[in-house]
């Protein structure tokens, strides 16, 4: 029995900051941004936009590409670091809002940037067991970065939702693998605004010895080789780090294969929606018979893996919803620092 | 005040979340929101009915001195939208510069923060107009 994604949806908000309107207010060098970690723009979301709706308007696309009852999704959760509640689940607001119905296994899941894909990882083995016929997985954030601190030109708002099933798939999934290890190089303590970063100690030890751990699992788990993949897809927290990892595991960064799903330049990072932004842009132009190579990456640290394989089952579907990559170059609205400020309240006020 | 709108807006999530009304057998008129008694009838014949997600703006405003709650969104429009189930609702209009708020806008509904009291509130949610 075929387990793997039956329907999929992304939500980019229009607003966009380029990187030279934060680097302006700063005094920092934008080329030097621009070059060092590949980040020209970045999503920002409205003052009506949060984890909860961009969730809910990914997975009602995820849903009308599904074409499934609601009522039937046994387990929705949603991984993000950016949930509007400390205490107050995120996934019951959106599995009300998209009609789950009541006897829905709901929770809110946090790895820092993997939590998306933890959120998938769960959902596809609750299908895969054989407990229920449907459950999602969602991706989804509203990114902090404290002003002025690097972390601010790359923070940004997206969500991805995937449905998991056994019928219609659209994408089975043939392999996972999980990698993790106690790496303390990004966390946000209990009531602090903005996460903190271990600076270059981010890199080697954590994302690439994280990143590639899980990638070379993955490799000889599928015995399979990187020319084997029509795409791939990394967690992409600046534009520069996916690129270096997908060169370091042999796949080709100037071709369609890393670049389809190579979003960040232009979008920012989504934290957990980053790895699964890509997989749904991908999904929207995969042909049956592609092969999907997906790890992500989550500070603390780990990754969650995944290959995937795309069938005759996608052409019935794909059009059902809107795509991923036009969200993220059409109809954009420019902001000013201050209107971003004022957006992501980084503006104290007595009220 | 806070309690008695938490408890209200529970019991109203069918249509804020899914834009849930519903319809008379009989004449085959959709209401929005939801009514049990309908003019000329006091016991009708009901089904749930849910919008379809779109709209036209038929009449609209810009709020520029804005009440408490909506204050930071200020200016933002507001639009009488007409459905294609023949519905006429209310919303407010966002992610759109408040000139290009006109009749005629072609919009869809998309689930958004509506409001909240304060930093430490129960957060609201519902549907505004994006344009098409």
Redesign the interface.
Known sequence: MAVGIIGWGADIP?NRIKLETIAAVWGADAPSYKKGLLLFEKSVP?????V??LS??AS?YALLRAGIDPTLIGALYIGSESH??AVKPSGT?VA????CGHFTHCADFEFACKAGSEAMYVAHSHVKAGEMPYAMGIGADTSQGAPGDALEYSASAGAAAFIFGTDKVVATVDHTVSWMSDTPDFWRREHEHYPQHAGRFTGEPAYFRTTLGAANALMENSGMKPEDFAYCVFHQPNGKFPQRAAKMMGFDIDSPQFKVGWLTPWLGNTYSGASPLGLSAILDVAKPGDKIFMVSYGSGAGSDGFVFTVTDEIENVRNNAPFTRPQLDDDK?YLSYGEYA?YRRKIRKN? | MADTLTARVWREQPQRYRMIGNKDKATGKVYFPPRQAVPGNLNPEMEEFNLSGTGEVVACTVIRVAPTPFTDLAPYGLAVIETPDGVKLTAQITDVPVEDVKIGLKVKFEFRRIFEDNDASVIYYGYKAVPM
């Open positions: 229009r409205s003052p009506d936009q949060d909860i709706t809910v308007e009602r509007p509640y607001t009300e809002a998209i009609g609205h004022k009220s």
